[in-house]
């Protein structure tokens, strides 16, 4: 099921700016996952986060998390047309998944 | 809203046999199925891609002789773990999308032990 929340729901931004995405969840978790399906395709996993771990990067890529705040940001830097996808996050609590909605993000050429 | 089932919820077997698992969209045709396999405390890796019909398309590092998916109906897929070894010891989970491929649903998963 999905209980996460993310804004925004879309997002369209041009080529070369920064993408933020937000998360928050409801429950304690053991990591936090960010994921990206692009139209059609399956989900592929792009960072996975530690309750006792505040940021990581890869990359584009910069994820923090705030467990005090129950939320995680997803930033993608100097964005590119291939960027243009689905971003999921997924809180993993008890060995049990739990989906945010998705942020559609668009980037323009 | 839209269901998908997985059968078995878990399993257990022994090193060498293999175990088929099935993934089934009850309520909805699903003319797209993903298969995916998490190990504890870690994220889910994309296994493998399915449509309905045609030969499924394998993720880099996915043995397609030892997962072998077929994806007869537009209802059912299933996933085959050949000769299992303790180290394909995981949770599967499928899931599946319509015409359109916009939004997945997801199996329960299938929790398999190799002893």
């Known amino acids: 099921s999905q209980q996460g929340e993310e804004d925004p729901q879309a997002l369209s931004i041009q080529e070369g700016e920064n993408a933020t995405m937000n998360c928050s969840y409801k429950t304690s978790i053991n990591n936090l996952q960010w994921y990206r399906q692009n139209s059609g395709r399956g989900l592929v996993h792009l960072i996975l986060?530690?309750?006792n771990e505040r940021e990581k990067h890869s990359g584009r890529l910069r994820v923090t998390l705030d467990t005090s705040k129950k939320s995680s940001s997803l930033l993608i830097t100097a964005s590119r047309a291939a960027d243009t996808a689905s971003y999921f996050c997924a809180t993993d609590s008890n060995y049990q998944l739990i989906w945010g909605a998705g942020t559609k993000l668009i980037i323009k050429p | 809203g839209a269901v998908v089932s997985q059968h078995p919820s878990w399993v257990i077997c022994k090193s060498g046999t293999s175990v088929k698992i099935e993934c089934r969209s009850l309520?909805?045709?699903?003319?797209?199925m993903f298969w995916y396999r998490q190990f504890p405390k870690q994220s889910l890796m994309l296994m493998a891609t399915?449509?309905?019909?045609?030969?499924?398309?394998?993720e880099q590092g996915v043995e397609k002789d030892k997962f072998l998916i077929n994806h007869a109906s537009l209802t059912l897929s299933t996933l085959t773990v050949t000769s299992a070894h303790p180290e394909d010891s995981s949770f599967y989970i499928c899931?599946?999308?319509?015409?359109?491929?916009?939004?997945?649903?997801f199996g329960p998963g299938t929790r398999l032990l190799v002893l």
């Open positions: 399915s449509n309905e019909g045609s030969k499924a398309t394998y």
């Open positions: 986060i530690r309750s």
């Open positions: 309520d909805f045709q699903a003319t797209t």
């Open positions: 899931s599946a999308s319509g015409t359109g491929g916009q939004t997945q649903y």
